[in-house]
């Protein structure tokens, strides 16, 4: 069965010259658009329209195209990654919307993410925070045997979930309060779970977490518009786990 | 050195506005305890020995100071976790349509937090400070198993049972309350660490069971007085 078409989509999107300059919205019309179209593939169209018309293309991140790299950082119809769940925005596809639809897109907005052009934002708080101690110290050295240390199916398996975060930053722009905390316990939980991060676990959450503080994300209230919005499906439930590491190294203090 | 670096990092205020709600969450259910003596006794007598007991025993009056104290580091830390939290995002977005799985409560814990201060200011005014400071026409003395006491039933009964209006503050008051609990419950133990993928759906439904006893209660007295009186 052939895809339907658009015949016509309004794309309304932010446009920005510079960090320091001030932005404004742009209204453009993209004519006869598959619905098997992906979403960056419209993107694409509307650019080479542009470019035809002599006009500066929109600026927006991608990378993989496929899922794994979370570089698409775009705020589409007021959701990050746009309206369909567990896809990160380059598996959107047109089919999401409808004939004659205007479709908003704007950049991530947060203190922690700068805008640098148009719809690309500066991600490298999250490095920063990785950093900070999101990794495992070990002297380089024979490969040791992988199934030496035994790990519980179940610590395994959370940890493999929180380990699939891609450090896209959707969990920062849903949240309310552009905390960082999602992105935060998906590292911090994934590694405490496993001996090889156990050992650095305290120091880890401690250091995280001020990094993530002194970069001005915000502070979570627990909404879950985080988990709701991550193409990952990484659960809340990793904050808690984060709370007790960072509460249970505190103490120890 | 640990206090200060601990209350200036995001987690150490959440966990003292969890702490302290857990705290105001024992004393709401003293405090319902307490109320709801208005309305299984039409003599008032069960209430005003409940409320004698209250004002006279050592142990209240320890508790009191720290009662306010636990309104005041809630309200406090609270103020600097939204702030912090406004200024996290600068501009903010034209559109937005994303969903929380704590639902709406959840997002507007800080808008009714602050209607709940609004009631509590009303609430302290009418009956706390009458009771134990200003003083009250309606808090005559009277003989309770040999022991003198303020008349407090007549002065809350009075109000309840005269003003529709006063009732529909009250109710307002404790309808938001109960949306506040109703995420504030489990929340606080997820904030304190004290969660997990089996117990966050446990949690959930407790605080929901909880938030609603709360409510539930306290509503029931004016819907006691305004209908029987
Ligand atoms: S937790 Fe989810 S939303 Fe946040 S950065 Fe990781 S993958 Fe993206
Ligand atoms: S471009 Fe890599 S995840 Fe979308």
Redesign the interface.
């Known amino acids: 069965m052939a895809d339907k078409i658009l015949k016509q989509i309004k794309v309304k999107v932010?446009r920005q010259k510079g960090p320091k300059t001030k932005g404004k919205?742009e209204t453009y019309i993209v004519n006869d658009i598959s619905t098997g179209t992906s979403f960056l593939e419209m993107m694409d169209i509307l650019n080479d329209n542009l470019i035809r018309e002599g006009k500066e293309p929109i600026a927006f991140d991608h990378d993989c195209r496929e899922g794994i790299c979370g570089v698409c950082s775009l705020?589409v119809?007021?959701?990050?990654h746009g309206?369909d769940d567990d896809v990160t925005t380059c598996q959107l596809h047109m089919r999401k919307f409808k004939d004659g639809e205007t479709i908003?897109i704007?950049p991530y907005?947060?203190?922690?993410f700068p805008i640098i052009k148009d719809l690309i934002v500066e991600r490298n708080a999250f490095d920063r925070i990785l950093q900070a101690g999101g990794y495992i110290s070990i002297n380089t050295g024979g490969v040791p045997d992988g199934n030496a240390i035994p790990v519980s199916y179940d610590d395994a398996e959370a940890a493999m979930d929180a380990a699939s975060c891609i450090g896209c930053g959707a969990c920062v722009a849903?949240c309310?309060?552009?905390?960082a905390?999602l992105f935060v316990s998906a590292k911090v939980s994934h590694l405490a779970r496993l001996p090889q991060g156990k050992v650095e676990a305290a120091r880890r959450a401690k250091s995280m977490?001020?990094k993530?503080?002194e970069l001005?994300?915000?502070?979570?209230?627990?909404?879950?518009?985080c988990?709701?919005?991550c193409p990952k499906g990484i659960?809340?439930?990793n904050?808690?786990?984060?709370?007790?590491?960072?509460?249970?190294a505190?103490i120890k203090? | 050195?640990?206090m200060s670096s601990?209350m200036?990092?995001?987690?150490?205020?959440?966990?003292l506005v969890s702490l302290s709600g857990l705290f105001l969450m024992v004393f709401l259910l003293v405090h319902l305890a307490v109320n709801l003596t208005l309305i299984f006794d039409d003599t008032g007598d069960l209430f005003n020995q409940a409320a004698h007991f209250m004002a006279t025993n050592p142990a209240i009056k320890i508790m009191e100071p720290a009662l306010a104290l636990g309104f005041v580091i809630h309200i406090l830390y609270t103020i600097i976790?939204t702030v912090?939290?406004y200024?996290?995002?600068?501009?903010?977005?034209?559109?937005?349509?994303?969903?929380?799985?704590?639902g709406w409560p959840?997002?507007n814990?800080f808008f009714l937090g602050s209607t709940i201060l609004v009631f509590l200011v009303i609430h302290v005014w009418n009956f706390f400070w009458k009771m134990r400071v200003s003083g009250d026409p309606l808090l005559d003395h009277i003989m309770i198993d040999g022991e003198q006491m303020e008349n407090s039933y007549n002065l809350v009964a009075t109000l309840f049972k005269t003003s529709y209006i006063y009732s529909s503050i009250y109710i307002l008051g404790v309808i938001s309350l109960g949306l506040h609990l109703s995420?504030g419950f489990?929340?606080a133990f997820?904030?304190?660490?004290?969660?997990?993928?089996v117990w966050?759906p446990r949690l959930r439904n407790i605080a929901v069971v909880y938030a609603a006893i709360i409510a539930g209660g306290f509503i029931a007295i004016p819907v006691y007085f305004m209908i029987f009186f």
Do not use: Q
């Open positions: 932010w919205f705020y119809n007021g959701r990050p309206p908003t704007e907005r947060s203190k922690a849903a309310k309060n552009a905390s905390m977490v001020a993530m503080d001005g994300f915000g502070n979570c209230t627990n909404t879950g518009a988990e709701a919005e659960s809340i439930s904050i808690a786990k984060l709370n007790r590491e960072y509460l249970c505190k203090d | 050195m640990f601990f200036k990092s995001s987690i150490g205020r959440k966990v976790v912090s939290n200024m996290a995002r600068p501009a903010r977005y034209d559109k937005r349509n994303s969903k929380e799985t704590g959840s997002r814990m995420h489990w929340s997820h904030t304190i660490g004290l969660n997990n993928d966050m």
